[in-house]
C-alpha cells in the first residue's frame, strides 16, 4: 500500500488552517502558504516539511470541492425557485444535495490515489455507480410525473378555455383562466393565448 501524503497526516486544525487559508487567499500565494504552513508545523512540533507542489496540490483538491458544493448550492437554489410545486421542489432538492456528495466523494476517491487500497476503491467506485443508477432512475421518474402534471393542467386549461368560450367569456378573460390554471405547474401561457 503507498504511504500515506504529507498533508493527511497533518493534526486535524493544522489542516483545517491550512483550508481556510486557502480560502482566504483566494487559493493563490501558494510559496506564502507553504512558508506559513511549516511555520505553524514547526511551532506545533509536528516533524513534517510540505513541499510547495504539494500544498499546491492540496489548494487545487479544495478549490474544486469548493466550487463542486457553490454550483450544488446554487443548482439547488435555483430549483427551488424554479419547480413545478413543493413537492417537486424538495425532492429536486434532495437529489441535487445526493448528487453533490456523490461527486465530492469520486473527487476524494479519484484525489486519494496513493492513499486507498485498490481493492477498496473498486468496492467504493462500484456502490458509487449503484447508487448513481438508482438517482437516474429517481430523475426518469421525476420527469415522467412532471410530464403527467404538465398534461394534465394543459387538458384542464383547454377544457375550461372550450367552457368559457362557449359562455361568451371574451378572449382576455379565456387567456386570463387560461394563465391561470397553467401557472400551477408555472408553464408560460400557450402563445395563442386563447384556445
Given amino acids: ?35 506559513d504552513l511549516n511555520e505553524l508545523m514547526k511551532q506545533a512540533g509536528v516533524a513534517i516539511t510540505i513541499g510547495k507542489s504539494a500544498v499546491g496540490a492540496e489548494s487545487q483538491k479544495v478549490k474544486r470541492a469548493q466550487e463542486a458544493i457553490k454550483a450544488t448550492t446554487e443548482a439547488t437554489r435555483l430549483i427551488a425557485d424554479a419547480s413545478r410545486d413543493d413537492g417537486d421542489s424538495r425532492s429536486e432538492a434532495v437529489l441535487a444535495l445526493v448528487q453533490s456528495e ?19 476503491r473498486l468496492k467504493a467506485l462500484r456502490g458509487i455507480g449503484k447508487t448513481v443508477a438508482e438517482m437516474s432512475r429517481a430523475r426518469v421518474n421525476q420527469a415522467k410525473w412532471r410530464a403527467e402534471v404538465d398534461a394534465r393542467a394543459q387538458a384542464a386549461a383547454d377544457k375550461v378555455a372550450k ?13 386570463e383562466i387560461r394563465e391561470s390554471i397553467l401557472g400551477i405547474v408555472k408553464r408560460a401561457p400557450s402563445p395563442e393565448g386563447v384556445a
Fill in 1 to 35: 500500500m503507498p504511504p500515506v501524503s504529507k498533508i493527511a497526516q497533518l493534526p486535524p486544525d493544522i489542516r483545517a488552517w491550512l483550508h481556510q487559508t486557502f480560502v482566504e487567499r483566494a487559493f493563490g500565494d501558494i510559496e506564502g502558504v507553504t512558508r
Fill in 102 to 120: 456523490v461527486f465530492e466523494l469520486l473527487l476524494q476517491i479519484r484525489e486519494s490515489e496513493d492513499e486507498v487500497d485498490p481493492v477498496e
Fill in 163 to 175: 367552457l368559457a368560450k362557449k359562455g361568451g367569456a371574451d378572449p382576455q378573460t379565456i387567456r
